[in-house]
């Protein structure tokens, strides 16, 4: 075995872990404590695409672009995102809703998912919920304003490679249109009508 395959398999380790099943490991480097740091993710598929989910982690380690895999939720990181980062940074009633909007339309739909697997799909999911429910597209684009904020978060502090919510469409906000009475003169307002 050559040194560089070597050097290789002392950086990255596939085990399997039953059909189709495989822990794929990675070398992070030494800790403060000095003792050796690993990555441990699992992968479903064949042993020829966990060969390829390998060299790509490997690469994202070399390019200093790796996150390691949350383990917490969604929800999880939300609520402690609105205690350590927002509670700062806003005043009491903002705080409150955006506590009040994210628990009650981001948490049901998607908070349960792992942090680190929630799509673009997925909040665009959410996001069609809340426009089905009939709330307007300015409470829609609140939200996402407030999420975004959170997950930009995540991608600081090392939580996210990317931030998912940047992929998303948000429903446009209807111009209010102006109809005009008859006989009615086109400079008074009071003369027209919202619809």
Not at 17 to 34: A, C, E, H, K, S
Not at 104 to 118: A, E, N, Q, S
Not at 165 to 176: A, I
């Amino acid at each position: 075995m050559s040194h560089a395959k070597r050097r290789e398999r002392t950086r990255g380790q596939i085990l399997a872990r039953g059909l189709n099943r495989y822990l794929l490991r990675v070398y992070l480097g030494r800790g403060t404590d000095g003792k050796r740091r690993y990555s441990s993710k699992t992968f479903r598929g064949t042993f020829k695409s966990a060969e390829r989910e390998l060299t790509k982690m490997l690469g994202q380690v070399d390019a200093h672009t790796y996150v390691e895999p949350a383990k917490q939720t969604l929800a999880e990181y939300l609520d402690s995102w609105l205690l350590v980062s927002a509670r700062g940074s806003v005043a009491d009633k903002t705080h409150s809703d955006y506590t009040r909007l994210l628990r009650r339309h981001i948490y049901p739909c998607i908070g349960g998912r792992r942090l680190d697997r929630v799509t673009a799909p997925d909040i665009q999911g959410a996001y069609a919920a809340m426009t089905a429910k009939g709330l307007s597209p300015r409470t829609v684009q609140y939200t996402h304003m407030i999420l975004n904020q959170a997950l930009n978060r995540a991608v600081e502090w090392g939580f996210l490679f990317r931030n998912p919510g940047q992929f998303v469409s948000l429903p446009k906000q209807r111009r209010k249109e102006m109809q005009h009475l008859d006989g009615g003169s086109d400079c008074h307002p009071a003369l027209s009508r919202r619809i």
